[in-house]
Nanobody, 123 residues
Framework: EVQLQASGGGLVQAGGSLRLSCAASGFAFDDYNIGWIRQAPGKEREGVSCISSSDGRTYYTDAVKGRFTMSSDNAKNTVYLQLNDLKPEDTAVYHC????????????????WGQGTLVTVSS
């Protein structure tokens, strides 16, 4: 059974930081690209970031560039998203997702999705 378990969300003040984790199981972690998609209240899902399993390259949507950083620990089948300098507009449920192609992850068309973790940023 494929599982993508996101954790690490919470309530933080603007300017604060959080680290999200996504623990993956049930598929070949080394073959899949994993990324993050968020959905703010009343808004459509937005592709946030993705990390390539082949070379570790990362992609970020413009709204988070310079503030969010992805990393991967292949030994633990886990990816991380470090969120710094958080803003109220970052408030959303953050889901991790996996696919063979990063473009499909950030395009919200990934093969595998996990339950999200809620990030709330107060002003």
């Amino acid at each position: 059974e494929v599982q993508l378990q996101a954790s690490g969300g919470g309530l933080v003040q603007a300017g604060g930081s959080l680290r999200l984790s996504c623990a993956a199981s049930g598929f070949a972690f080394d073959d899949y690209n994993i990324g993050w998609i968020r959905q703010a209240p009343g808004k459509e899902r937005e592709g946030v970031s993705c990390i390539s399993s082949s070379d570790g390259r990362t992609y970020y949507t413009d709204a988070v560039k310079g503030r969010f950083t992805m990393s991967s620990d292949n030994a633990k089948n886990t990816v991380y998203l470090q969120l710094n300098d958080l803003k109220p507009e970052d408030t959303a449920v953050y889901h991790c997702a996996a696919d063979l192609i990063c473009a499909l992850v950030v395009g919200k068309l990934a093969d595998y999705w996990g339950q999200g973790t809620l990030v709330t940023v107060s002003s």
